[in-house]
């Protein structure tokens, strides 16, 4: 079984960090990042919104609670968006790939 995992950051930097730390730990086989993605949403009874770049996480779905923690670890974010949805299925080539980056 597999995952994505959405995470928004608050710029390209802190993206590229987690990013990396989540690869660097073999918890991702690959990030992809969308930066400029504009986000509103509710904070503390406002309407807030903010540029933001968009992380897609693939994974493996064993992994996902560990790579929540390290996010959350890292993350500038008092309560970071971190979303992860499974992979109901997709090329069979690119789901053994994630399962071979992140073998430990």
């Known amino acids: 079984m597999h995952a994505i995992v959405f995470v928004t950051c608050p710029s390209e930097g802190d993206a590229e960090r987690i990013s990396k730390a989540l690869l660097e730990r073999r918890l991702a086989a690959c990030v992809s990042a969308i930066p400029g993605v504009r986000s509103l949403y509710l904070w503390r009874g406002s309407v807030e919104s903010a540029s933001e770049t968009l992380l897609l996480i693939k994974t493996r779905a064993n992994l996902v609670g560990e790579l929540m ?36």
Do not use: C, M, N
Request: aromatic content about 12%.
């Open 69 to 104: 923690e390290e996010v959350r670890r890292i993350h500038p974010y008092e309560v970071p968006e971190i979303v992860a949805v499974q992979i109901s299925g997709g090329f069979k080539g690119y789901l053994d790939w994630i399962d071979d980056e992140t073998a430990r």
